[in-house]
């Protein structure tokens, strides 16, 4: 797991009265509002609305995702929020990268060894229940989150949400076990 640095307590607690008042914020603009990371903005979510793990479980993560069908894909920087539906392809290291594997709208090289902590939020959204694997590198700011999966009638897809929560439970337990 990364480093934390220390945080002025003011601006996580502004942060976390924020959000007590508007769950279902962005993230990312709030966090830079407050001079704060993506995982600052996180933490400052109720404890019971995500778990960390270690980044170094980037690969496992990447792995288990490619087994469970269509994902969303999210992309968020202060100048694009890019999304991509379909299946996580399966990849393989090489070259200092995550390569993902053709087979799928999704395609890159991605830098694992930059993930300093993973994050399983569940969280309400635009009204409705969310589940998202957030990836943050060693800095603190978001690399990319996966989103589980929505059926024809908006709901989050039970059998995704399942090997979400196991697989939330299993690495935010091992990173405990090893802190």
């Not at 508007?22 to 995500?50: K, N, S």
Request: charged share 25%; net charge negative.
């Amino acid at each position: 797991m990364s480093q934390m640095p220390v945080v002025p307590r003011d601006r996580m607690n502004a942060l976390r009265s924020h959000l007590a008042a508007q769950e279902g914020a962005v993230l990312e603009p709030l966090a830079a509002e407050h001079g704060l990371t993506l995982r600052d903005a996180i933490q400052c979510l109720p404890d019971a609305l995500w778990r960390r793990a270690s980044g170094s479980a980037f690969v496992e993560v990447m792995q288990e995702v490619a087994g469970w069908g269509s994902v969303l894909v999210l992309i968020h920087t202060r100048d694009v929020i890019f999304e991509c539906h379909g299946p996580l392809p399966p990849g393989d290291e090489g070259r200092g990268f995550y390569n993902l594997r053709h087979g799928s709208p999704l395609r890159g090289h991605l830098r694992g060894d930059r993930c300093g902590d993973i994050f399983f939020v569940r969280r309400r959204f635009m009204g409705r229940e969310t589940c998202s694997i957030v990836l943050c590198n060693h800095d603190g700011e978001g690399m990319f989150k996966i989103f589980v999966d929505r059926d024809e009638q908006g709901e989050l897809r039970e059998e995704q949400v399942k090997r979400f929560d196991e697989l939330s439970r299993r690495l935010a337990a091992a990173t405990h076990l090893s802190s």
